[in-house]
């Protein structure tokens, strides 16, 4: 929990970086985060818990292995425990995410785009 | 959870009553409500519980008992589990709240300002 408000689109024009979520604030055990995204991330799952994207600003593809998710300013989207998804920002895009504490953005893949959880300045 | 995109001000449009809090989606057992509110809501807490509020539209006052916070569209604001709260919106607020499932609106106070979660049409 963060005690006092928060704004999203100010937290936002505080992330310099793509790909490196931030926390907002917490609920309970839930982290909610913001992030800026650009290009395309990793193929990967979270075999243990659902995963909600709400997009802020712009326009972010979910690729799921039989579709594409597209998401506008606005809409809501939960990537349930275990489906395998590769978000991509063709243009730069600004999300909040709301996942439990501990998930990590590469969730089973691993690797280099793996980043801890950092918090805003 | 909600298996396709669901978009914030589309749902909000389709929620007739003040008070009435709908679900969005759900994140494994947190459900994301949206709702429309206006007027004076009653004291109350939720033991249990933090709840997140954000403001879509509008002005939000959570009176505390030592402070009011006041929230404006894009601001997040955590009320603490036990915390009691009252909410208070002098012209009409749309908002999205997040907490398990299963928490009440009006916490432990019940009363006749008690809601059930309804299922956006």
């Known amino acids: 929990m963060t005690d006092d408000v928060r704004n999203i689109r100010t937290a936002l024009d505080a ?3 793509h790909w490196q979520p931030h926390r907002l ?13 650009h ?5 990967h799952s979270h075999p243990d818990t659902d995963e909600l ?16 998710v597209v998401l506008g300013p606005s809409d809501v989207f939960v990537v349930p425990r275990g489906v395998e998804h590769c978000p991509r920002a063709d243009d730069e895009v600004s999300i909040v995410l709301v996942e439990p ?10 690797g280099d785009r793996t980043e801890p959880l950092r918090e805003l300045p």
Chains 1, 2 share one sequence.
């Open 25 to 37: 604030t917490s609920v309970n055990d839930y982290d909610v985060k913001v992030a800026k995204l």
């Open 101 to 110: 504490r501990g998930t990590v953005n590469t969730g089973d893949a691993g």
């Open 53 to 68: 994207f709400l997009v802020v600003e712009g326009t972010l593809t979910i690729q799921l292995r039989d579709r594409d």
């Open 15 to 17: 992330v310099a970086h």
């Open 39 to 43: 290009g395309e991330f990793v193929w």
